[in-house]
């Protein structure tokens, strides 16, 4: 049950199906094109939509401007030390800014970078820095059986050192929770094999730390060891082992934009950490603001300590269980268990007629839009050409933001369009114009509807 209440609210509106037709029309089936204002519910992601607390917008009015050395820097720095237990800082204006600065004072060409999965802007930031990206979770990591299904397989790490020599691998990265895997959580077991098979390698051992408030309470309900521990004990735990954190604010900072990249106090650390300044002085700004305003520092120093209360976080994961199950009690396949800020749908069974190349994950998510105003985000074969994922569509849920009564809504909007599925109204879809960039099609590609009989003729 949610331990807060509302006292500042945001009007929404559920548009007439003649607007929500136009809409979706005018977007080119991509929703990244909809007015937000033309959304009812808003599930494209849970990266800086959340709700901020009074007393993160108390913080903000002690926001100091100053260039250098604000006491709002010092105020996050105490909050990151205390929470997570690193006491080097360097802000970044958010988490991709974070992984710039530290992924490219760590990889070189012709380097490999193993993580549990790589998150797309984690992958293309290797890859800007000449590495390659190398995924290694579970073969049967979405199986349903494991209870920490985010986990690496330190074997594939090793089976990968053994192929291009343990000098090619300067950092092991271990990303909590797994986005790219349904938001799975990583177990501190697993945390204590990534770090002893970095130091084999003598990597670097990183972790994405985005959702740690997320997977502390994961371990905490699944981990025998940590059944007793409070979510920040367990928070603090699982990061004790890493060398550097790379964090964006905008999921458990509990902020609408920022980041950091943090890293242990070890005088092994201070060549990687000298290199990370000039790197966040060059792309984010000086080391002390780092790309974010002095009142947004504050705001993220108050949010990580909120992230981790009891209260606060059970209410978050209890919720986005609730939707799974709304969703799985109305026949929709949903990855269970589910994780810690997203359902995901499996759309290949849930329109089983949509064949791959017609987009089924695409053509869910317009649906969503058609019959609810929902806005989901297609994580298949749209977003990822050239990869054999699953054909999911993602559900994220903004922290703090949507009631029962908005879970409601997007479960009934599942079964209005179970029902045009069953009437065979639903058509694939095909693509009309996509950018260069095969790896950002999702963003800005558009695409229109094709029925089946002009299939044949399109191909
Ligand atoms: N790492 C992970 C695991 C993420 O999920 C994200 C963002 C980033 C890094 C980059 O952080 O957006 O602050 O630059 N994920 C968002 C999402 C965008 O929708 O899952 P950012």
Not at 7 to 30: H, M
Not at 45 to 51: A, K, N, V, Y
Not at 290 to 310: F, I, Q
Not at 348 to 369: H, K
Request: hydrophobic residues 40%.
């Amino acid at each position: 049950m949610r331990a807060y209440k509302s006292k500042v609210v945001s009007p929404i509106r559920l548009p007439d199906r003649d607007e929500r037709e136009s809409q979706l029309e005018r977007a080119g089936y991509n929703v990244f094109n909809l007015d937000s204002d033309a959304v009812f519910v808003d599930l494209l992601t849970d990266s800086g939509t959340g709700t901020m607390s009074e007393s993160q917008w108390a913080a903000m009015m002690s926001g100091d401007e100053a260039y250098a050395g604000s006491a709002s820097f010092e105020r996050l720095r105490e909050s990151v030390a205390d929470v997570m237990g690193f006491e080097r800082i360097l802000p970044a204006h958010q988490g991709r800014g974070a992984e710039n600065v530290l992924y490219g004072a760590l990889v070189e060409d012709g380097d490999y970078v193993p993580n549990n999965t790589h998150f797309d802007t984690t992958r293309a930031h290797i890859a800007n820095n000449g590495g390659e990206p190398v995924d290694c979770p579970h073969d049967d990591a979405l199986s349903g059986d494991r209870e920490f299904a985010g986990d690496i397989d330190v074997e594939q790490v090793r089976a990968l050192a053994d192929e291009v020599g343990a000098d090619r691998i300067p950092a092991v990265l271990l990303t909590l929770t797994n986005n790219s895997l349904a938001g799975q959580p990583v177990s501190v077991e697993n945390v204590h094999e990534a770090r002893k098979v970095a130091d084999e390698l003598d990597a670097t051992f990183v972790v994405d730390a985005c959702r740690f408030a997320e997977n502390a309470y994961f371990v905490r309900e699944r981990e025998a060891e940590f059944a007793d521990r409070s979510v920040a004990e367990v928070a603090r735990e699982q990061l004790s082992y890493a060398d550097a954190l790379v964090m964006s604010g905008k999921k458990d900072g509990l902020v609408n934009v920022g980041g950091f990249v943090a890293l242990r106090d070890d005088p092994a650390l201070d060549d990687l950490h000298a290199k990370a300044r000039e790197r966040a002085i060059l792309y984010e700004g000086f080391t002390t603001y780092g790309g974010m305003a002095g009142r947004d520092l504050e705001a993220m120093a108050v949010g990580l300590r909120e992230a981790v209360e009891e209260s606060y976080i059970a209410d978050r994961v209890g919720q986005v269980q609730r939707l799974g199950d709304m969703l799985a009690e109305r026949d929709v396949p949903v990855q269970r268990p589910t994780g810690g800020h997203a359902v995901y749908v499996n759309a290949a069974e849930f329109l089983p007629e949509i064949p791959a190349e017609r987009f089924p994950g695409q053509a869910l998510v317009c649906e969503l839009y058609r019959e609810g105003a929902v806005r989901g985000v297609e994580l298949g074969s749209f977003a990822f050409p050239d990869t054999d994922r699953p054909e999911l569509v993602r559900l994220s849920l903004p922290r703090r933001t949507y009631g029962a009564d908005h879970l409601e809504h997007v479960a009934e909007t599942f079964e209005k369009v179970a029902e045009r599925r069953d009437a065979g109204e639903i058509s694939g879809l095909e693509i009309t114009d996509e950018p260069e960039m095969a790896e950002l099609r999702h963003f800005s590609a558009e695409l229109r509807p094709v029925r089946e009989q002009e299939t044949t003729t399109a191909d």
